[in-house]
């Protein structure tokens, strides 16, 4: 109700002031709530908590485990759900939850997926000879490997040269999404080795790149957070500020590439 219709156009990049808009609206959905005498209380604390995650990474208090309201959680779930199976399949929702296990109740994502598994996923074999389009598919995948292969590399020489004052917050943040990849089989120094292992199964190959999306999703989030919490990227250190260059950079290649009309998305 209270965010500028134009902010909700995915195609477009927010700058600071509108992504302060946006991360507003579980506290002003909170305080309309709170006003409604006949609703419980829980029900405006879940809005509150709607975007916030177990590990710390959420917003607007960047709550953290049992900080959490139980209907916290679920709605937390719910809105995650609800925007990935908007425009993608079941499978692929399966592989975002993976990817994001931390961030979320696990208890309840476990008791989501029983419920979907029987209705969404087939027990046949998906194990085909790719065609012309997954080659070019297989193509826009490496890319994408690369690149954020790419950037975990960099990350980790960087991080070695940075004070722990600075690069703690950021690097616990990259952490997660490493250990969020190895979790789902993919190795973040190579994530390029394995989605060729894929290149005979197009079930895994799917979820593989599903995989490097989301993680390109998050790294594009992290970076866009840190560049707000330092204000001026004058003001960073030479290591961080390179490294942030360099990870604009490969994602804006692969933001290019995703966008060819003539590369094709498998969708199972």
Not at 45 to 69: C, F, N, Q, W
Request: glycine share 4%.
């Amino acid at each position: 109700l209270h965010i500028n219709p134009v902010l909700l156009n995915e195609d477009r990049e927010l700058d600071a002031l509108e992504w302060r808009q946006m991360y507003a609206h579980p506290i002003i959905g909170f305080l309309i709530l709170q006003k409604q005498s006949s609703l419980p209380s829980c029900i405006a604390t879940a809005v509150m908590e709607h975007h916030e995650r177990i590990d710390g990474t959420g917003y607007p208090k960047h709550l953290t485990d049992s900080k959490i309201s139980r209907l916290g959680r679920i709605a937390a779930l719910a809105e995650i759900i609800q925007g990935v199976c908007q425009k993608n399949t079941c499978e692929h929702l399966f592989t975002i939850l993976k990817v994001n296990i931390d961030k979320v109740d696990k208890g309840i994502v476990d008791q989501i997926c029983h419920a979907f598994y029987g209705h969404q996923i087939s027990d046949q074999s998906q194990t085909v000879i790719l065609t012309q389009v997954a080659k070019e598919e297989m193509f826009v995948a490496l890319e994408i490997a690369k690149g954020i292969s790419a950037v975990f590399s960099l990350w980790s020489e960087t991080n070695e040269k940075l004070d722990v004052k600075v690069s703690g917050h950021l690097n616990s943040r990259i952490e997660a999404i490493r250990h969020g990849l190895k979790k789902a089989g993919l190795s973040p120094l190579d994530a390029e080795n394995t989605i060729r292992q894929c290149a005979m199964d197009l079930s895994a190959f799917a979820e593989a790149k599903a995989l490097l999306i989301e993680v390109l999703f998050q790294f594009k989030n992290i970076l866009r957070f840190e560049l707000q919490r330092h204000g001026n990227q004058d003001c960073l250190p030479a290591e961080l500020d390179s490294w942030l260059s360099f990870s604009e950079r490969q994602f804006a290649a692969i933001d290019a590439l995703l966008l060819e009309p003539n590369v094709h998305i498998i969708d199972l």
